[in-house]
Nanobody
Framework: QVQLVESGGGLVQAGGSLSLSCAASGRPLAAYAMAWFRQAPGKEREFVSTISWAIENKFYADSVKGRFTISRDNAKNTVYLQMNSLKPEDTAVYYC???????????????WGKGTQVTVSS
């Protein structure tokens, strides 16, 4: 069992930056793919970014490519999402996920955090 706890969300103006963290406990994260998803009010949960256990493999949603950066520190059992040039449409609850398969599909991930709210004002 893996427990995931997100932090770093908040309120920021458009064009600003936030850095999200996802701390894991229960098992070492090194063998798992990690991902960030988000869900805005009234919308389905959508893929944001994922990073494999081999750090070279990173994928991003087109909507965040060039603005967001995913990274991980296996020694700290933590995954990060640096978000720059934020837009109002980035407003959502951001969820961290872990699983054995490196994929953009939410249902493929085994463990989820409870989420952290990101609000971008215009």
């Amino acid at each position: 069992q893996v427990q995931l706890v997100e932090s770093g969300g908040g309120l920021v103006q458009a064009g600003g930056s936030l850095s999200l963290s996802c701390a894991a406990s229960g098992r070492p994260l090194a063998a798992y793919a990690m991902a960030w998803f988000r869900q805005a009010p009234g919308k389905e949960r959508e893929f944001v970014s994922t990073i494999s256990w081999a750090i070279e493999n990173k994928f991003y949603a087109d909507s965040v490519k060039g603005r967001f950066t995913i990274s991980r520190d296996n020694a700290k059992n933590t995954v990060y999402l640096q978000m720059n040039s934020l837009k109002p449409e980035d407003t959502a609850v951001y969820y961290c996920a872990a699983g054995g398969k490196h994929t953009k599909t939410a249902t493929e991930y085994d463990w989820w955090g409870k989420g952290t709210q990101v609000t971008v004002s215009s």
